[in-house]
T-cell receptor
Framework: KQEVTQIPAALSVPEGENLVLNCSFT??????LQWFRQDPGKGLTSLLL?????REQTSGRLNASLDKSSGRSTLYIAASQPGDSATYLC???????????FGGGTRVLVKP | AAGVIQSPRHLIKEKRETATLKCYPI?????VYWYQQGPGQDPQFLIS???????DKGSIPDRFSAQQFSDYHSELNMSSLELGDSALYFC??????????????FGPGTRLTVL
């Protein structure tokens, strides 16, 4: 059974610092991995998707890496801003059309 | 661009009542997924449909049922509601082309409160 873990559970940084969020999964046989952002009580916004054959994806200040063999992904957010404060969730997809298995999320607070 | 639409956005019910949640996927998307997110928890998969057929089933209680209609919208029916059913219910959709990226796009969710 796939288990997804995110460490740390919470993170507080001053504005301008780079953020490093970690995600690990137990079964390396994945189809893809997605990173989401969730604001309190709100929906899930997809940030980046990395296919199993890819090593990283970039979008603006966001960069996500994937090391499938070691079961790890890292989300980097450069030059953090207070507006980046949210919970970030990673989720893995085992096969096309299958369910996503989510990690517990990392709650990020960027202090002005 | 059109997104996943869920209705209602908020729903308050009493114990033992019935609730119906609706999901309208992104146009041309033929796969729909339902997830439940309890307070302070990560989303848990309930059930999914591909081309109007159930494709996968997760930890969905027997009191819940769902279906996907000919226009690809989906409904989640919840009966004999319990306090523990209070949660945010997400619908997601994807394009069922198995050679595609299979990104799941999430709706804004329906917040169900059972009193």
């Amino acid at each position: 059974k796939q288990e997804v873990t995110q460490i740390p559970a919470a993170l507080s940084v001053p504005e301008g610092e780079n953020l490093v969020l970690n995600c690990s999964f137990t079964d390396s046989a994945i189809y893809n991995l997605q990173w989401f952002r969730q604001d309190p009580g709100k929906g899930l916004t997809s940030l980046l998707l990395i296919q199993s054959s890819q090593r990283e994806q970039t979008s603006g200040r966001l960069n996500a890496s994937l090391d499938k063999s070691s079961g790890r992904s890292t989300l980097y957010i450069a030059a953090s801003q207070p507006g980046d404060s949210a919970t970030y969730l990673c989720a893995v997809l085992k096969a096309a059309g299958n369910k996503l298995t989510f990690g517990g999320g990392t709650r990020v607070l960027v202090k002005p | 661009a059109a997104g996943v639409i869920q209705s209602p956005r908020h729903l308050i019910k009493e114990k033992r009542e019935t609730a119906t949640l609706k999901c309208y996927p992104i146009p041309r998307h033929d796969t729909v997924y339902w997830y439940q997110q309890g307070p302070g928890q990560d989303p848990q998969f309930l059930i999914s449909f591909y081309e109007k057929m159930q494709s996968d089933k997760g930890s969905i209680p027997d009191r819940f049922s769902a279906q996907q209609f000919s226009d690809y919208h989906s409904e989640l029916n919840m009966s004999s509601l319990e306090l523990g059913d209070s949660a945010l219910y997400f619908c997601a959709s994807s394009l069922g082309d198995r050679g595609h990226t299979d990104t799941q796009y999430f709706g804004p969710g329906t917040r169900l409160t059972v009193l």
